[in-house]
C-alpha cells in the first residue's frame, strides 16, 4: 500500500493555464507538506499544513495555493502557470509539525511538471 | 541562519569500500538530523534520524550516521558500498528553537558506486 500517493505523475501543460496536483496520505497523518525540487535537484518547502494551521514560505508566489479537503488530502493549485514553475513537486507527511519536531516526514513519488 | 551543508556534490566508490557522505550543520537550539535518498526519478525515502541519545544511529539498507556535536556533523556511512546504493542523498536539520518545525535541507550530495 502506497503511503503518500500523488496524481499525476506528470503533468504537461502550456504557460497560463491553472493546474493541480492531487496529494493523498494514507499514514494517519495529521500535517502535509509541499515542495519544489528544482532542476538542480534543490528541495524547497512551499508549504506546511495542518488542520489548525497554514504555514506559507514566503517567497512562494500567491498563484500557488494548497486545499485540503480532510486530513488525509493536500492538493495544490497553480495559477497562471510560469515557465519557470517546472519542477518536480513533492508532498510529503509527517505525525506532527510540532510534537518537538522530531517526527520523520514520509515523501510522495513526485510530480513531474513542464510548462511550455 | 541556520543551515546544512553537504559539502561534496558527488562521492566517487568502489563497489565494497567504504563510503562516507559528509553533512554539517548550523543552527541555534538542539538539532534533530536526518537523511534521506532519493533514486532516480523517485521520492524521497527515509534513512535515519537522529534526535537524542547514542550518536550512532543506524538505519535503513546497511546505512548508519554519527552525530558529533563538537564538529557539528552527521556523516553518512556505509562499512561496504553497494552498485544498488547509487543515488541522490540529502541531509537536513530541524531545531527545537524554531516553532515551525520546518526541516533545513543540504542541496544533496550524488554517490556513485562503482562495481
Known amino acids: 500500500d502506497t503511503a503518500v500517493s500523488q496524481t499525476p505523475k506528470y503533468l504537461v501543460t502550456q504557460m497560463g493555464n491553472d493546474k493541480s496536483i492531487k496529494c493523498e496520505q494514507n499514514l494517519g497523518h495529521d500535517t502535509m507538506y509541499w515542495y519544489k525540487q528544482d532542476s538542480k535537484k534543490f528541495l524547497k518547502i512551499m508549504f506546511s499544513?495542518?488542520?489548525?494551521?497554514?504555514?506559507i514560505n514566503e517567497t512562494v508566489p500567491n498563484r500557488f495555493s494548497p486545499k485540503s479537503p480532510d486530513k488525509a488530502h493536500l492538493n495544490l493549485h497553480i495559477n497562471s502557470l510560469e515557465l519557470g514553475d517546472s519542477a518536480v513537486y513533492f508532498c510529503?507527511?509527517?505525525?506532527?509539525?510540532?510534537?518537538?519536531?522530531?517526527?520523520?516526514?514520509?515523501f510522495g513519488p513526485g510530480t513531474r511538471l513542464t510548462v511550455l | 541562519a541556520q543551515s546544512v551543508a553537504q559539502p561534496e556534490d558527488q562521492v566517487n566508490v568502489a563497489e565494497g569500500n567504504p563510503l562516507t557522505v559528509k553533512c554539517t550543520y548550523s543552527?541555534?537550539?538542539?538539532?534533530?538530523l536526518f537523511w534521506y535518498v532519493q533514486y532516480p526519478n523517485r521520492g524521497l525515502q527515509f534513512l535515519l534520524k537522529y534526535i537524542t541519545g547514542d550518536n550512532l544511529v543506524k538505519g535503513s539498507y546497511g546505512f548508519e550516521a554519527e552525530f558529533n556535536k563538537s564538529q557539528t556533523s552527521f556523516h553518512l556511512k556505509k562499512p561496504s558500498a553497494l552498485v544498488s546504493d547509487s543515488a541522490l542523498y540529502f541531509c537536513a536539520v530541524r531545531t527545537s528553537k524554531d516553532s515551525n518545525y520546518q526541516l533545513i535541507w543540504g542541496a544533496g550530495t550524488k554517490l556513485i558506486i562503482k562495481p
Open positions: 499544513y495542518n488542520n489548525k494551521e497554514l504555514i
Open positions: 510529503a507527511s509527517s505525525r506532527l509539525a510540532g510534537a518537538l519536531g522530531t517526527d520523520t516526514q514520509y
Open positions: 543552527v541555534s537550539g538542539n538539532p534533530y
